[in-house]
């Protein structure tokens, strides 16, 4: 849909609450196209934190609104899930944009849900520890102190570190602090606005620091956190490099009582509002067009048929653009960004904070070149010393609400390549094997780095890309939607809009990837829609 959907108008937006229907039993009988009385002014594809937060505004400003979701629980990729009393987020580890003039407060406010959830901090001195053999760094909270940290390591480049800050500082402040989604039109017509992001817009990380002339172990450092795009320095979008930084140094925060807590309080905003519903446990199948005109008519789901005045996508564009039945190259053009293996783990018993841990995620790599590290992950499947992402979630969370106070809970995840998964998956027994084999490494690193050895593991759960894609259908595994490239973050980029005077999107792809981004883009959706409505 890319540039066909993107090109849409918003033209007759407007909602047609007259005509609004529904042509199923909502899942009772499961009939396709059994007539009901009920009746939607939107329906939700798809459950993930764009379709969660889109939904319940609307519902909160009284529209109808239906949600239907594939998988039993709510959140996408932020859904929770319980083993053995242990609650894992199945992806989230921590959040931008809670400081309390931010996107995140902002939301749960207009939901009535300020008082409900609260933030926790991660360590200001160090919300992010950057690390590879003996080489350690934590990652201050703020650039400022972020810069003064760096410049006082290496005096000698303190000018490009300065010169990288005020980059990463122009980029944030002109998209608005992601205060906004910032279109093509606004760059357009106000390029001396956004001089920043016009000069940035096709720069990879990699670019940036060779303008700069930073040397390796300072490159390693600013680009350490490079698992939060799924690219290597390389491959990865400057833009979306220094948003993600500059937001996270104002806020890296974890919710006081879970992520699991916070997304069913956002879901229970549409459960509980009158004509609204959440049908979990429920698969799209396909998107009817009207006979004529550029509107969608009905969507066919597991629980039968469905009609809507307005349908908003939380599913990958490319997936809707299929479903619509639209040829390919109608659709957006992008690459999907990689697949992930993770690794949940409770322990009982310890004190993590004995061990080194605390308020804050390590990124452990085992080179100074991330570039390479990447290519090693993915392209030559070399797991045996992998780069990986540690968090350690019931010590973000108020202490005793994702387990038992003597016990704790961590998070360890590695890139993968999805190909090579799907591969394996042929053969039951080869993946059992590769799968196991990746555990032992992550538990062999766990040891090796902070002494912690399994003698206090209680739990140990693992999800590979295959499990994700049988729980959350993201195609090819994918992790953040599309690949986070200069080539999918420019003025063509997928946006909310679509050819379809009916039909909006909402996500990682056509928003930017994270909970708080895409939580903007939600906001920004609904206030289009509720001013077509006055
Ligand atoms: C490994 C990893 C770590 C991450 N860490 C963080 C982090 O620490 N902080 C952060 O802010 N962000 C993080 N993210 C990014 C963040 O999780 C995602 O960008 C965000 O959750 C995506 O939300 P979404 O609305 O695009 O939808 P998704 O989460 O992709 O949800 C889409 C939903 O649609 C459903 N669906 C799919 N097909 C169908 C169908 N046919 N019918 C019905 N439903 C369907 C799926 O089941 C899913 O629930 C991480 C992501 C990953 C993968």
């Given amino acids: 849909m890319g540039r066909c959907l993107s090109r849409a108008r918003d033209r007759g937006a407007d909602l047609v609450r007259a005509s609004v229907s529904c042509t199923s039993d909502g899942g009772r009988n499961g009939m396709d196209g059994e007539p009901t009385h009920a009746r939607y002014d939107?329906?939700?594809?798809?459950?993930?934190?764009?379709?969660l937060v889109t939904g319940a505004l609307l519902a909160r400003a009284g529209a109808r609104v239906l949600l239907v979701e594939r998988h039993s629980a709510l959140g996408g990729y932020a859904h929770s899930f319980r083993v053995d009393g242990y609650e894992f987020c199945y992806q989230v580890q921590y959040l931008m944009g809670c400081e309390p003039s931010g996107p995140m407060p902002r939301m749960l406010a207009r939901l009535g849900l300020e008082r409900e959830i609260g933030f926790n901090t991660l360590d200001p001195v160090g919300y992010d520890v950057v690390t590879c053999g003996d080489l350690e760094f934590r990652i201050p909270a703020t650039s400022e102190a972020f810069c003064r940290a760096l410049a006082a390591r290496y005096p000698?480049?303190?000018e490009a570190i300065a010169n990288y800050f005020a980059r990463v500082e122009a980029v944030f402040a002109q998209a608005d602090g992601y205060r906004r989604v910032v279109r093509p039109r606004d760059v357009l017509l106000a390029p001396w606005r956004h001089r920043a992001l016009l000069r940035h817009m096709g720069t990879t990380v990699a670019d940036v620091f060779d303008r700069l002339g930073l040397p390796e172990e300072l490159r390693f450092i600013l680009a350490g956190q490079a698992g939060n795009l799924a690219s290597g320095p390389r491959e990865a979008s400057f833009l979306l490099h220094a948003g993600m930084q500059a937001a996270?140094?104002?806020s890296a925060a974890y919710p006081k009582r879970g992520l699991g807590h916070m997304v069913e309080a956002i879901a229970r905003r549409i459960e509980e509002a009158p004509g609204c519903r959440v049908l979990r446990?429920?698969?799209v199948t396909a998107i009817h067009r009207a006979p004529r005109g550029r509107a969608i008519a009905s969507v066919s789901t597991s629980a039968g048929r469905f009609s809507?005045?307005?349908y908003i996508s939380n599913l990958d564009p490319r997936r809707t653009c299929a479903l619509i039945g639209l040829p390919e190259r109608a659709g957006p053009r992008y690459r999907y960004s990689d697949a992930v293996f993770t690794l949940y783990l409770g322990f009982e018993g310890v004190e993590l904070a004995d061990h080194g841990f605390g308020r804050r995620n390590f990124w452990i790599h085992s080179t100074r070149d991330i570039d390479r590290e990447f290519d090693g992950l993915i392209r030559e499947h070399r797991h045996d010393q992998p780069w990986i992402f540690l968090s350690t979630p019931s010590l973000l969370s108020d202490p005793g609400v994702l387990c038992a106070p003597d016990q704790a809970s961590m998070v360890m995840l590695t890139f993968v390549s999805y190909a090579r998964w799907q591969a394996l998956a042929r053969e039951p027994a080869a993946l059992e094997r590769a799968a196991t084999q990746l555990?032992?490494?992550?538990l062999g690193a766990l040891q090796r780095r902070f002494g912690l050895t399994t003698a206090h593991l209680r739990v140990r759960h693992r999800e590979t890309p295959i499990d994700v894609v049988s729980r959350l259908a993201p195609p090819e595994g994918n992790v953040y939607g599309a690949r986070l490239t200069p080539e999918s973050y420019n003025l063509r980029r997928t946006t909310s809009r679509t050819r379809f005077a009916n039909l909006d999107l909402v996500g990682a792809t056509s928003a930017y990837p994270g909970v708080?981004?895409?939580?903007v883009a939600s906001m920004a959706l609904v206030d289009r829609l509720l001013a077509a409505r006055a």
């Fill in 308 to 310: 809507a005045g307005r």
């Fill in 42 to 51: 939107f329906m939700i594809l798809g459950g993930g934190i764009g379709g």
């Fill in 516 to 519: 708080m981004p895409i939580t």
């Fill in 156 to 158: 000698e480049h303190a």
């Fill in 248 to 250: 996270y140094g104002r």
């Fill in 281 to 283: 446990g429920v698969e």
């Fill in 439 to 442: 555990e032992e490494v992550f």
